[in-house]
């Protein structure tokens, strides 16, 4: 897991061949956050880049919550 660490809060960027798969990412990981309830704040640029951001928002820090949330974004992006 490469996540950069930026002030406080875990980022990364992912970059796609195409907006429409960009989108279904984007839902892919929608739907386990609702199911996880931890939501990460997210960016979409130049229609095929997305970067994200997590942090526990209510701990205004880092939690294991944030490692595992980030580790299933890998996974989604890796398949």
């Known amino acids: 897991m490469n ?12 970059v796609f061949k195409n907006q429409t798969d960009l989108a279904k990412f ?13 939501h990460p704040d997210y960016i979409v640029f130049q229609s095929s880049k997305v970067t994200f951001t997590i942090f526990t ?5 880092i939690t294991t919550l944030d490692f595992q949330l980030a580790e299933k974004i890998d996974l989604y992006y890796n398949q």
Do not use: M, P, R
């Open 3 to 14: 996540w950069n660490e930026t002030n406080g809060k875990l980022e990364k960027t992912y």
């Open 26 to 38: 984007i839902l892919e990981i929608a739907v386990f956050s609702d199911e996880l309830n931890h």
């Open 57 to 61: 928002h209510d701990q205004n820090k």
